[in-house]
Structures are given as C-alpha cells and as structure tokens.
C-alpha cells in the first residue's frame, strides 16, 4: 500500500487507556513506514460503529468484543446488515475457542488476543488487508477442528428439520439481513420463489417472522460460516 494512500481505520474499544495504548502503538508503525494508515474515527457502541462505519467507510475496523451496551458479535452482525464491505479485526481479552469461533462465524477477518497485541497486531493487519483470514498460531488448528466439528452438527440440525438445500441457502442468505429481492438475485430465482421458501423455513422452524428465523437459526446452529 502506498504511503500516499493509507489504509483508513476505525478504533471500536470502550476502555479509553487500551485505545490511547492502540493509538500509540498504530501511530508507531505508521511512522516507521510498515503500515500506513490513519485513524478516521473511535467509537464505543453500536450506534457509534454504524454511524462513523456510514460517514467514513473505513478500510479496516479493529472491533473489541465487550462494549458500552452491546457487544462486539452484535456489531459484526450488524456491519453485514448495512453492508459494510471493509475488513473487520478483533482484538479481545477472549482466548476461548468458542469466542474466537463465534467472531469469526459472525464475519471478522481475523482475531488478536489483546496481550499479544504488541507482537501479532502488524502482521494481523497486513494479513486481513490482503484479504486473507488472521488467527494465532495457537488457536488456528482448535479453531479449523472446532469448525469441522460445528460444519458436521449443522449438517445434522438441517438434516433433522428436513431443510432442502434451496431452503439452507435462503436461509444462509436470510441471516446475512438481505431482502427477499436480494436472496433472489443471489439464487437466480424469482422472488415469488423466495417468499415460498420462506414460508416453508417458517413452518420447520415454528417461527412466525424473519427475525425469529433468523435467531432460531443462530440458535441451533444452522448456518455455517
């Protein structure tokens, strides 16, 4: 990337001293020329993501998973939703597998353990900008098991239910917030077809509401990453 061009990044942290520290330590690398880039806005809720995200379209969101009145998973859903097209890195105190499972089934192209920060952000960043997926080297074998292991579950939840391909599809597609006209387009079917669908997904799933299916999905695990 040129220096003449730099990457553009969002701070989401609501803890103010680990955000001057992430400050400081973006800045450094800015000005020894590994990364540039520039910091366009911080936020530390929700509604502060989705309003600087609209107003500046950052390159990069670099997202900690607890927040003012929300949480980091809640936002990466909602990045989707509006249609956020940028790379979004968590930086979390989590080492879980399943935290860092959840976060990256819900769209975030990498995940830096936060007392590592200082070791594995730089590469972290480079990695996700090229549009590859950045994990430590010592949760990326858990994680890959851990995935096969959720791929096999929903395959049986589906299976369980009677969901047909088609209606997996719609329903993946359902999850990520798109329009009955945009599941449509992605399938190559009319939307007539789609709302047929849909009232099939609902009946499977006992669900009067796309926001119950959606949920109901999540819930038992039936779509995958």
Not at 29 to 43: R, W
Not at 71 to 79: A, E, K, P, R, Y
Not at 202 to 214: C, D, G, H, P
């Amino acid at each position: 990337m040129a220096s003449d061009n730099p990457l553009t990044v969002l701070l989401v942290e609501d803890n103010e001293r680990f955000r001057q520290g992430l400050r400081t330590l973006l800045s450094f690398y800015h000005g020894n020329g590994s990364l540039p880039l520039e910091i366009v806005g911080e936020a530390n809720s929700l509604d502060q993501v989705l309003k600087l995200t609209a107003e500046k379209s950052p390159d990069l969101i670099l997202l900690d998973l607890q927040l003012v009145g929300s949480d980091g998973i809640s936002v990466l859903f909602s990045l989707k939703q509006i249609g956020y097209s940028g790379k979004v890195l968590v930086l979390s105190a989590h080492q879980e597998d399943e935290w860092v499972f959840r976060a990256m089934q819900a769209g975030a192209s990498g995940y830096v353990f936060k007392n590592h920060l200082g070791t594995q952000l730089c590469e972290a960043i480079s990695t996700v900008t090229k549009s590859e997926i950045y994990l430590p080297s010592e949760v990326a074998s858990r994680f890959f098991r851990f995935f096969q292991a959720y791929s096999d579950s929903c395959l049986r939840a589906c299976h369980q239910l009677h969901l047909t391909d088609r209606e997996q599809e719609v329903l993946y597609w359902l999850t990520q917030g798109a329009s009955n006209e945009e599941i449509a387009k992605h399938l190559y079917v009319t939307v007539a077809t789609v709302k047929a669908h849909l009232t099939s997904i609902f009946e499977k799933l006992k669900v009067n509401s796309r926001t119950q299916a959606i949920v109901t999905a999540l819930k038992l695990g039936l779509v995958r990453a």
